[in-house]
């Protein structure tokens, strides 16, 4: 168990690949790895499954270039050699960007990830301007309702979590809470920015991007 060594990957999830889910990410990576051959280490117990944790769920139809995973190897190998392996076997819209092996004793991504940053790319017709920015980024409450796992709804404030919007043409950037503390999906930004805007939001007419995390270390 001493041997042990936890890598960080950084991947972008792009085109149709995007609208699978969190869990069948999870399998296609576990195919993966044992495709390209690379010694996964495997859980204690009755039903043992691949070491593999990801920081943070991407919301489906959501593009993205920045996301991570953590995967435990039951001994140490070649950065590069894991880096090109993964990408000869995964599919199309998956790629790996960056390997980094992990210091021993080190918390995962998902347990020190605190902000996110988004490019939501509106369609050319949207009346969202710098004004509707100002409005949300001057204000100390911006309520939204919220539904929790029982589908029950909820005002909540999201002002505290949002800590950059701008407007550059028609895209926002924004950086927001992400992680197991506090996690703000950009979407509810985005409604009460259409909101604010007196339009109707149409999710199939709005694009998503995650850019980055951050983590806390």
Known sequence: ?????????????????????????????GRAFNRAKLPVAYSQGFNPHQEISFA??????????????????SKEADIEEIKIKLNDVLPEGLAILDVAKTEKGKKNSASTLTKARYEVYLPANSNITENHIKMVMESDIVEVSKKNKKKQESIINIR?????????????????????????????????????????????????????????E
């Open 1 to 29: 168990m001493n041997d042990r060594i936890t890598y960080r990957i950084k991947f972008s999830k792009l085109d149709r690949i995007r609208f699978i889910g969190h869990l069948d990410l999870l399998n296609v990576f």
């Open 56 to 73: 943070l769920p991407l919301s489906l139809g959501y593009h993205s270039i920045a996301e991570y995973l953590d995967v435990i190897f």
């Open 160 to 216: 505290p979590d949002i800590f950059e919007l701008e407007l550059c043409e028609k895209t926002l950037k924004m950086l927001i809470s992400a992680g197991s503390n506090k996690n703000l999906k950009a979407e509810l930004v985005v409604k009460y920015l259409y909101s604010l805007a007196g339009e109707e939001y149409l999710p199939h007419k709005t694009g998503y991007k995650r850019i980055e995390m951050c983590f806390n």
